[in-house]
């Protein structure tokens, strides 16, 4: 786990907190800090798709500033995932 990692894991602990408050239910699986880039979910062929993206992604390496967090649903069914941001928090410097 990377010094990020540790940041990514209080600000999901901080999170779940003020969630919990609010009265939704907690998750108790672990958290895994993660960044969708693309979902194969509802594409035809998608084992052959999802081959190709890790193929092209091999060896890439990206570094960006992150200036907010969104809170998104995923809605699925009735072909691929939609996604409707349900809170956004910006971050400060």
């Known amino acids: 786990m990377c010094s990020s990692d540790l940041g990514l894991q209080a600000l999901a602990a901080a999170t779940s907190d003020v969630l919990a408050e609010a009265g939704w239910a907690r998750d108790d699986r672990p ?3 993660h960044l969708t880039l693309a979902r194969t979910d509802g ?3 998608a084992a052959r798709v999802g081959r190709r993206l890790v193929q092209a992604a091999h060896g890439v390496e990206e570094w960006f500033e992150v200036d907010r967090l969104v809170l998104f649903e995923s809605r699925t069914g009735d072909g691929p995932a939609r996604y409707v941001p349900l809170h956004e928090a910006p971050l400060r410097p």
């Open 43 to 45: 594409v035809r062929g």
């Open 31 to 33: 958290f895994n800090p």
